[in-house]
């Protein structure tokens, strides 16, 4: 059974900067999503293991960075410049491969999920 347990989520002034940690019970391809109250859960981030590439949704493509640390299994999304439109409940996610597939943007590439973790921004 893998096991996600978020943390970092908060209160934030638009401008400012957040980090969301993930800790897995294993080492496995990871996605970031967040929904917003009336909208879709929507894909903002991915890394891979295996190839330490990671990818972005154009919005918030260089403001954020996912990276990951090998010896904590935890993969952290360093989230800067935050505006608004970045209020959401933050959830990771993982597959069970190590490597991510051309589908890493979409939510049903995953198997696991976070509990997810509260992200406000106020202007």
């Known amino acids: 059974q893998v096991q996600l347990v978020e943390s970092g989520g908060g209160l934030v002034q638009a401008g400012g900067s957040l980090r969301l940690s993930c800790a897995a019970s294993g080492r496995y391809a990871m996605g970031w999503f967040r929904q917003a109250p009336g909208k879709e859960r929507e894909f903002v981030a991915a890394f891979s293991w295996t190839s330490g590439n990671s990818y972005y949704t154009d919005s918030v493509q260089g403001r954020f960075a996912i990276s990951g640390d090998n010896a904590k299994n935890t993969v952290y999304l360093q989230m800067n410049a935050l505006k608004p439109e970045d209020t959401a409940v933050y959830y990771c996610?993982?597959?069970?491969?190590?490597?991510?597939?051309?589908?890493?943007?979409?939510?049903?590439?995953?198997?696991?999920w976070g509990q997810g973790t509260q992200v406000t921004v106020s202007s």
């Open positions: 996610a993982a597959t069970l491969r190590s490597y991510l597939s051309s589908s890493y943007y979409l939510s049903t590439n995953y198997n696991y």
